[in-house]
């Protein structure tokens, strides 16, 4: 039975100091790189080994893979990195305080932005400094593939196509996958694997270095979910 594990990145800075992190690449905390250890200590009890590990294009991401597959003795393997594993755009609130955004915007509105499904914060502007084509990271992406603002779904949209795309054929020959990714981006996949609604899916919350295992059979149907914590 082929497994899929999601394990969304240890703290970041940017998680210490309670800011609208998404694409700007913030490293893990000292207590990040703690969780990505806990989390490899984990699957390697509970008798864990991949085939192939993937990653966002964010360090953070990367990193917690990195560590993870160390405590596993698993450098060796492919660890291939995949921007559509990159967390959610924030457009506008990037690298804002989550508690000042609240105060300028009304607790309602800011909700709305940080935890509805399908409404986007304000966009960036094409000329604003933290729009993703002036990073060298997507140099040589197309234009129309980079986001100025994401919400949830759009999110979840990109990250699914690279999972039909290159996780599910790995799946279906009985690999065992690894995901390092992000809260939102995994909350996206949970979405769509697990059947959560757009009214309930707010209210689901991915924990830090808590790996999440799926089980699956040889045609692609989920036999077991579960939290390795």
Partial sequence: ????????????????QNRFTGWVDVDLAGEGVEEAKKAGQKLKEAGFSFDICFSSYLKRAIKTGIIILEELDLLFIDHLKDWRFNERHYGALTGLNKDEVKKEVGEEKFLLYRR????????????????????????NFPQELLPNTESLKDNQIRAMAAFHE??????????????????NTIKGMVKELDGISDEDI???????????????????????????D
């Fill in 202 to 228: 707010p209210k689901f919350e991915i924990a830090t270095g808590v790996p999440r295992v799926y089980e699956f059979d040889e045609a692609l149907h989920i036999k077991n979910v579960y939290n390795l």
């Fill in 166 to 183: 290159r996780v599910a054929p790995l799946l279906v020959e009985g690999k065992n996958v690894l995901i390092t990714a992000h809260g």
């Fill in 116 to 139: 509805s499904y399908d409404v986007p914060p304000p966009p960036l502007s094409e000329d604003d400094k933290r729009h993703p084509r002036f990073d060298p990271h997507y140099k």
């Fill in 1 to 16: 039975m082929a497994k899929l594990v999601l394990v969304r990145h240890g703290k970041s800075e940017w998680n210490k």
